[in-house]
């Protein structure tokens, strides 16, 4: 399928987009619908991951993202909040903070991606999750995990939570 695109000032140009490309967004559009309802909790670490893996593929910079929870860890939304260049990202507790009140949220997962694909976390990522999290718990917000993730068809998700660190 070809979409043309133009503006009235320039040439327009051609973007491919191949029969993956639609079944991947498709496949995004189905699994938000799903959590999005009222009702459907995210009850396991597998669910989370699917998730992150549709949401995260293919950005090739680092991206810090936030889903928002209620108390019975139903999704109240996901959100890419900060975008950075290939090796980093700047990301505030504040503006984190500020967006879960926005949105009435009693519980955080927390998500980023490695660009250079090796999903271990680093000191720079364990220092700033114990950053947002004691900011979060002075508002009575939980923050309930934070993943990393590495690689692009075969990605790698790190669990703080998996490993002890939250």
Known sequence: MNTAIRNEDSPGYNVQQDGDDKLIADA???????????????????????LIRLSIAGCINEVFCVMFLR???SLIAQEELFQGTIDGAS???????????????????LYHNHPSGNAEPSQADKAL?????????????????????GGDVDMQIESFAERGLI
Do not use: F, M, W
Not at 34 to 44: D, K, Q, W
Not at 92 to 101: D, G
């Open 91 to 109: 990301v505030y507790p504040r503006v984190i903070a500020q967006r879960a009140l926005t949105l009435n949220a009693a519980a955080v997962i």
């Open 129 to 149: 999750t114990s950053r947002i999290c004691d900011a979060l718990k002075l508002i009575d917000i939980r923050v309930l995990d934070h993943l990393i993730v």
């Open 28 to 50: 995004i559009k189905a699994l938000r619908k799903r959590l999005h309802c009222r009702g459907a909790a995210l009850t396991s670490p597998h669910e989370v991951r699917d």
């Open 71 to 73: 108390t019975d860890h």
